[in-house]
């Protein structure tokens, strides 16, 4: 069932359980938005309390936030793998005789590239969402990261494909959204989403964008939070 609007109370349950699965030694993805933070946080007191990790930053935002709680940091290049990741989602597709069905919706804070080099590397990856995230089929719209010179052609293409793209404006000043990478995101909205693999499939293959926000078959695992509880989804 979606509901609108998930609290951070629940959002703290599912970031606090999934860094409780954090062990000794652990390569962790940290993921980006207001509950993989949870995580973030939790991890950062358990590495006070004596924990030895090191952290994959998925953004310029978690990598700050690792940085201000006192979890080592590392990158791709200088680790043989990780271990778990821990990321949120814009919205996770909740119908288990759909196709598709645990697909997830990210970009909400234009790092799903990084996300997906990191979530998709890790030997875990555990996606940690509020109950107001959960939706029988996909339908909000798509974040592509675009080269900024292909924004018109890669927009055009979207257009071919039934999908309204438009271009995502910083909130704090003029001007567009400009990622961690320097580039640009389209917001795509496609309506409903029936095949998350077929439209992830052509949307990677247009050139001039550099990933989009579809995350299909990545999730080992999925922790809900609701107003009162948790619901682990493996
Ligand atoms: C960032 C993301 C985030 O994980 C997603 O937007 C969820 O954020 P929040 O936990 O704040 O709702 O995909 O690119």
New binding site residues.
């Given amino acids: 069932m979606k509901t609108e609007g998930g609290s951070d109370g629940a ?1 703290r349950r599912a970031g606090e359980r999934a860094a409780a699965a954090v062990e000794d030694g652990d390569v962790v993805g940290l ?6 933070a949870h995580a973030i946080r939790a991890i950062g007191r358990a590495v006070d309390d004596g924990l030895a990790v090191r952290g994959i930053p998925t ?1 310029f935002q978690s990598r700050q936030l690792a940085l201000e709680v006192g979890i080592p940091i590392s990158c791709l290049e200088a680790v043989d793998g990780i271990d778990l990741a821990i ?4 919205q996770i597709a909740d119908d288990s005789d759909a196709p598709g069905y645990g697909a997830l919706l ?7 590239t990084r ?1 997906k080099m990191i979530d998709s590397t890790a030997d875990r990856f555990v996606v940690v ?1 509020d109950a107001s ?1 959960l939706s029988g089929v996909l339908e909000k719209p798509v974040a592509l990261e675009v080269i900024p010179d292909a924004r018109t052609i890669v927009a055009d293409e979207v257009r071919t494909m039934g999908g309204e793209p438009t271009l995502r404006d910083a909130a704090h000043k003029d001007g567009p959204v400009v990622t961690d990478n320097g580039n640009l995101v389209l917001d795509c909205a496609f309506d409903e989403i029936d095949a998350p693999d077929e439209l992830a499939t052509r949307l990677s293959s247009v050139p001039g964008v550099v990933e989009h ?1 579809l995350f299909v078959g990545m999730a080992d695992a999925a922790y809900v939070g609701t107003d009162d509880g948790l619901e682990v989804r493996e």
Avoid: L
């Fill in positions: 959002k993921g980006t938005g207001s509950t993989a953004s990321d949120g989602a814009d990210k970009g909400g804070g234009a790092a799903h996300e969402a995230k926000g």
